[in-house]
């Protein structure tokens, strides 16, 4: 009779170096998107000239500014909170990508197009390393 072991489970952890830094960079990313970036959404702070380009574009509703501010609280958020970190890093990495895909092709500001773009890669770097808390996550889900 054969029988087939289960594949060990092995925890993926930075360096002590590499998780200061990780630490580190998902505080100041974490306040930058609480307080500089969700916030004036939330508030409705946003710049008339930046509004004036989304309504243009057709995305311009407040709603569309609240659910996004929303999302970047939530995700500071959620980059905060150890076991969240890894699924906060890849949400916010969609929406910073998607962010620059709209100043990209439908509001008329490419210039603003970088600045997400590379938020996007260090929140997929960010995930990438704290990918134990999103294996965690999983295990957890398909109880």
């Excluded at 952890?13 to 990313?29: D, M, T, Y």
């Excluded at 939330?42 to 999302?71: H, K, Q, T």
């Excluded at 997400?116 to 990918?131: C, D, K, N, Q, T």
Aim: include cysteine.
């Amino acid at each position: 009779m054969t029988t087939i072991a289960a594949a060990p489970t092995t925890t993926v952890r930075p360096g002590k170096v590499r998780n200061r830094v990780l630490w580190g960079l998902q505080i100041f990313l974490a306040l930058f998107f609480i307080i500089a970036s969700g916030m004036p959404k939330v508030l409705d702070m946003v710049p008339e000239e930046n509004m004036a380009a989304m309504r243009e574009a057709g995305i311009g509703s407040p709603w569309f500014m609240y659910f996004v501010g929303i999302c970047e609280i939530a995700g500071g958020i959620g980059l905060l909170v150890r076991r969240l970190s890894g699924p906060a890093a890849i949400g916010l990495s969609i929406l910073t990508l998607l962010a620059a895909a709209t100043n990209l092709f439908l509001t008329d500001m490419p210039a603003y197009a970088p600045f997400p773009l590379v938020l996007s890669g260090i929140f997929a770097w960010i995930a990438y390393e704290r990918r134990d808390s999103l294996f965690a996550l999983r295990s957890l889900l398909t109880r």
